[in-house]
């Protein structure tokens, strides 16, 4: 079964304003997760498979977080819980229909207040200039 990645942090994933090392962090989030986000494994258990200490990984995660791609949801009793996931817009599928479907999904829970939107920056391209493009040459 081919898994399909939400396009809208996959594909500018570089452009994150996050370190090099939390990118690549992410990707192992990414890698390890259920289709849908879910993030089953535990601090420590990531902190071992990827080789640094649990303090490591929350520090990576820390920035995720601040942006939203990682959750922390909220327990029952309002406190929040010892588990992760990822946004819905940045997690990966198992097909286009399931993904459409999360996201249809997660942009009424976002509209009624009940999921956090992704923090992410607004990207634009820089204007040409008034003279229009520059004039290249090979030397």
Same mark, same amino acid.
């Given at each position: &079964?081919?898994?399909?990645?939400?396009?809208?942090v996959?594909?500018? +994933?570089?452009? !994150?304003p %996050?370190?090099? =090392?939390? %990118?690549? @962090?992410?990707?192992?989030?990414?890698?390890?997760?259920? @289709?849908?986000?879910?993030?089953?494994?535990?601090?420590?258990? &990531? #902190?071992?498979? *990827? $080789? +640094?200490?649990?303090? =490591?990984?929350?520090? !990576? &995660?820390?920035?995720?977080?601040?942006?939203?791609? %990682?959750?922390?949801?909220?327990?029952?009793? $309002?406190?929040? $819980?010892?588990? *992760?996931?990822?946004?819905? @817009?940045?997690?990966? *599928?198992?097909?286009?229909?399931? &993904?459409?479907?999360? @996201? /249809?999904?997660?942009?009424?829970?976002? /509209? #009624?207040?009940?999921?956090?939107? !992704?923090?992410?920056? /607004?990207?634009s391209?820089t204007?040409?200039? #008034?003279?229009?493009?520059?004039?290249?040459? %090979?030397?």
């Open positions: &079964m081919a898994e399909v990645l939400s396009p809208i996959s594909d500018r +994933i570089w452009a !994150l %996050v370190s090099g =090392a939390a %990118v690549k @962090f992410l990707a192992y989030l990414v890698s390890t997760s259920e @289709f849908g986000g879910e993030l089953t494994n535990r601090q420590k258990d &990531m #902190a071992r498979e *990827y $080789g +640094i200490t649990p303090q =490591a990984v929350s520090y !990576l &995660m820390a920035p995720l977080r601040e942006l939203n791609i %990682v959750l922390r949801p909220v327990s029952e009793d $309002g406190r929040q $819980g010892n588990s *992760y996931r990822l946004h819905p @817009f940045a997690a990966k *599928y198992d097909s286009h229909t399931s &993904m459409e479907n999360a @996201f /249809k999904e997660a942009l009424s829970q976002i /509209k #009624a207040g009940e999921l956090p939107n !992704l923090k992410l920056p /607004k990207y391209s204007p040409p200039t #008034a003279e229009g493009p520059p004039k290249l040459r %090979v030397a």
